[in-house]
């Protein structure tokens, strides 16, 4: 079974600053997906990313990029010129591209606070 | 475009009650998987239905089981309602493409259940 781990229960950073936000994963799969997603106090899961694990490239999504390490099953995300509406719960998550096995599996989140 | 939706948005029920609750998916998707996040963890996969049918399941015990209609929507049903039923419970949609649900799932905004 695929675990997804975030090592950091919370995190502060100022507004404008860098923040990376990190997350292992262990599978012994060799095509997957993963994620982050963020979910806000309003509790809405809002997608922020998503890497292909055969692309080498790392994503990004404006503000938002990833590293990502698939032989250290690493998957950090970066968010650059921090805002304070980035204020939220972050869940990395994990998906099987095994055909069927189509669920996505959670870490238990980072805290992330954005502070003028 | 309308998004994922969910309802209602909160719910209170006693130990042993049952409690349905229903998701829309966002248009143009087929694939329906239902979430449940307790209070400060990652949410945990329940179940997902495509073609009106239970297509993979977590581990959650037979109280719940769900459905899906002819119109994509989903209901799960949550029979002998236990205190640690108390959660978020979030759906999700996506889209099957070729057999495998390898797209990405959008969230609903979830129901807070209650149980006293």
């Known amino acids: 079974a695929q675990t997804v781990t975030q090592s950091q229960p919370e995190m502060s950073v100022q507004e404008a600053e860098t923040v990376t936000l990190s997350c292992t994963y262990d599978?012994?799969?060799?095509?997957?997906?993963l994620f982050w997603y963020k979910q806000p106090p309003s509790r809405q899961m809002i997608l922020v990313i998503r890497?292909?694990?055969?692309?080498?490239q790392n994503a990004t999504e404006n503000r938002f990029s990833v590293n990502f390490q698939k032989a250290a099953k690493s998957f950090s995300l970066k968010i650059s010129d921090s805002q304070l509406g980035d204020t939220a719960m972050y869940f990395c998550?994990?998906?099987?591209?095994?055909?069927?096995?189509?669920?996505?599996?959670f870490g238990t989140g980072t805290r992330l606070q954005v502070t003028l | 475009d309308a998004g994922v939706t969910q309802s209602p948005t909160h719910l209170i029920k006693t130990r042993g009650q049952q409690v349905t609750l229903r998701c829309s998916p966002k248009?143009?998707?087929?694939?329906v998987s239902w979430y449940q996040q307790a209070l400060g963890q990652g949410p945990q996969f329940i179940f997902q239905?495509?073609?009106?049918?239970?297509?993979q399941r977590g581990n959650f015990p037979d109280r719940f089981s769900g459905h899906q209609f002819p119109n994509y929507s989903s209901e799960l049903n949550v029979n002998a309602l236990l205190l640690g039923d108390s959660a978020l419970y979030l759906c999700?949609?996506?889209?099957?493409?070729?057999?495998?649900?390898?797209?990405?799932?959008?969230f609903g905004p979830g129901t807070r259940l209650l149980v006293l």
């Open positions: 999700a949609s996506s889209l099957m493409v070729q057999g495998a649900s390898e797209e990405t799932q959008y």
């Open positions: 599978t012994s799969e060799s095509n997957y997906y």
């Open positions: 890497q292909e694990a055969y692309k080498q």
């Open positions: 998550a994990f998906m099987s591209g095994a055909g069927t096995a189509s669920k996505l599996t």
């Open positions: 248009s143009g998707h087929d694939t």
């Open positions: 239905y495509y073609e009106e049918e239970e297509r």
